[in-house]
């Protein structure tokens, strides 16, 4: 078993930063990949980024790409995503997840673990 919590979520306004935390505990942290998800009220649970285990890969999508940063450390078992350039679109709850696959997996399905997820909102 894996626990994840995240924090550093919070209100913003349109062109601000925020940086998400997420800690692990339990099984060995660095054997997994691990990812950032979001929902927004009245849509399904999407993709934002992912950093493989070993931090040499990652994957955003399109609509953070430039914009966001994931980054891990292991020695402290916690992952980062760094927001900057905040939307009103980004406004949602935001998930850690973490999943033992190889690489940057990018589907919800292949996450193990999640998080209880933080409330971003950017207010414009």
């Known amino acids: 078993q894996v626990q994840l919590v995240e924090s550093g979520g919070g209100l913003v306004q349109a062109g601000g930063s925020l940086r998400l935390s997420c800690a692990a505990s339990?099984?060995?942290?660095?054997?997994?990949?691990m990812g950032w998800f979001r929902q927004a009220p009245g849509k399904e649970r999407e993709f934002v980024a992912a950093?493989?285990?070993?931090?040499?890969?990652?994957y955003y999508a399109d609509s953070v790409k430039g914009r966001f940063t994931v980054s891990r450390d292991n020695a402290k078992n916690t992952q980062f995503l760094q927001m900057n350039s905040l939307k009103p679109e980004d406004t949602a709850v935001y998930y850690c997840?973490?999943?033992?696959?190889?690489?940057?997996?990018?589907?919800?399905?292949?996450?193990?673990?999640w998080g209880q997820g933080t409330q971003v909102t950017v207010s414009s």
């Open positions: 997840a973490a999943s033992p696959r190889l690489g940057y997996p990018t589907v919800l399905k292949e996450f193990d673990y």
């Open positions: 339990g099984r060995t942290f660095s054997r997994y990949a």
């Open positions: 950093i493989s285990w070993s931090s040499g890969d990652t």
